[in-house]
Each structure stands twice: as C-alpha cells, then as structure tokens.
C-alpha cells in the first residue's frame, strides 16, 4: 500500500497535510480498511484548541467505534461538512474528499515528529 509522499502520519493512523499555519486531518487507507464501513463521524471540536495527542472526535464503523487524535496542537477550525451526510467517504477517499478537520497549527515545530510516508509504511510492516 502505497502512501502520498507530500503527507506526514501518526503511529495512530492520522495524516496532516499542512498549508501555511493550516494543517487538514484525515485518516490513513489502511485505517479505513482496518475499521470497515464508516457509517458515523462524530466530530463536536470546532472552535476548541486541542493539544497534540488530545480526542478530536470518534469515527464509527460497523464493527468498532473508534477515537481521533490530534497529529499537533491547534485549533480546529472546520470540520467536514460532507461527512454528515456522507461518512463512507472516509472509506471511498480517505487523502481527499474524506477529510475529517482542519486545524490552525500552534506549535510548527510538532511537525517534526510526524512520520514520513516511508517511516509509516514501515510502521505497518513492522
């Protein structure tokens, strides 16, 4: 499974994609397809600043309910609109339309401990 080069990775399965002082959030293909169909995503953080780590919400699946980390500290400052309507997204395109926030980032330098797309494709080797 090959993962964008130009995204940064949690050891939770996060990816960020960062734009100035603005990072989007999302979960990885195999994080999809290791919860099944997404029928749910509850995400009420707009508007809070998070720290790195911290629940930013819970994706639901058939099988599971599962919790989001914060890949760095900031503020969420949108949600995904689509996903109320239209959670399987998540499933369909997790590094696209399937986006779940975006955070306006605190600490920059929390970048750097972000995984690289080769260092999480070998997390999920490993």
């Not at 369909?92 to 399937?98: E, H, L, N, R, V």
């Amino acid at each position: 499974m090959k993962m964008p080069d130009h995204l940064k990775y949690t050891n939770e399965h996060e990816w960020i994609s960062v734009e100035g002082d603005v990072a989007t959030v999302g979960i990885t293909s195999f994080a999809q397809g290791e919860l099944g169909d997404i029928v749910f995503v509850e995400i009420e953080t707009e508007g809070e600043t998070l720290a790195k780590g911290e629940t930013f919400g819970t994706i639901e699946a058939v099988k599971t309910v599962s919790d989001l980390f914060m890949p760095v500290g900031g503020k969420v400052i949108e949600i995904n609109p689509a996903l109320e309507a239209s959670p399987e997204l998540v499933n369909k395109d997790p590094f696209g339309a399937g986006w779940l926030i975006k955070v306006a980032i605190s600490d920059s330098a929390e970048l750097n401990d972000l995984l690289s797309a080769e260092q999480y494709e070998a997390l999920l080797e490993a």
